[in-house]
Structures are given as C-alpha cells and as structure tokens.
C-alpha cells in the first residue's frame, strides 16, 4: 500500500487511529502507537485556551491594578513599600488575571500579564498619580521623561511581573 500523504512511498503502517496509510516520515509516535499527523497532535489542555474575551479582561485588569501599584509606589516612596508591593501586589494581580480570564492560565497569558504589569506600571502610573495629585495630563513627550525619571515604578513593575507570571503560568 501507498502512503496517503508522500503517494511515491510504500508501506505497511497505518494509522492507530484513522487507519490511513502512513510512512516513517509522516508519523508520529504515541503512548498508544503510530499515527498521523492529525490525530498524533494533543490538542492544548481547556485550561490553556483563553477566549478573546478573556485576554481583553484580563488586560483591563492587569493594566489597571499595576497602574495603581505604580501610582502608590510614587506617593509612598520607600524601597521596602516597592518590595512588599511587587511581591503582594503582583501575586494579587496575578490573581486578578486569573480570574478575569475565566480561570485560564498558561505561559501565553503568563507572558501578556507580565508585558501589561510593566506597561501599567511604567506609564498608568505615574499618569494615575498626577491625576490623583491633581495636576493634569501630561503630553507623550513629558510623559516619557517623568516614566524615564522615575525608577521605583520600573522596580515595582519588575517584581509585580515575576510574581504575576509565576501565579499564572
């Protein structure tokens, strides 16, 4: 018999599954035999599959908290204050992240949650601080230099990830 994907080679293997016929190139090797491309690949596990809805929730949650971690770590500038938040504040994120997404988790969302903890950090905070102090909205150039300036929301948002991504990887 022919192989059904590479017709120019002959074989005596078939899939365990579907019972096409397959070659040494096209199969895969599983706990319970030879099979197919198709049906040799493991679908992700329904903890890993995170709807679109889910990454948006999660990405609204994520922003948000981080951006007030951010905005307390400038009003309370101590390094012990950016210790303690980063560890508790991102476990708590992280937990947040979890939830919103519809208890998904995975290193896909692991990863945006850490990529949004720094970026709501780094920039939601000190937008929310000033806006907390009172003073208005800074343009993108003036807001640049202040999140270059200023370093704690960059440690904050550093240990807040590593704590969030660790939570829901």
Known sequence: MRCATHPEVETELRCATCGIPICPDCLVETPVGMKCREHGVNPPPPIYRVSPAGYGAAVLAGFALAAVGGALVLRLPSLWVVLALGIVGGRMIGEAIWYS?????????????????????????????????????????????????????????????????????
Do not use: E
Request: net charge positive.
């Open 101 to 169: 997404s519809g208890w998904k988790r995975g290193p896909r969302l692991a990863g945006l949650a850490a990529l949004i903890i720094g970026v709501g950090a780094v920039v939601g905070g000190p937008l929310l601080a000033r806006l907390w102090s009172g003073l208005p909205p800074l343009d993108a150039a003036a807001l640049a230099r202040h999140a270059l300036g200023a370093p704690l929301p960059w440690v904050f948002g550093a240990i807040a990830a590593t704590a969030a991504y660790w939570r829901i990887r």
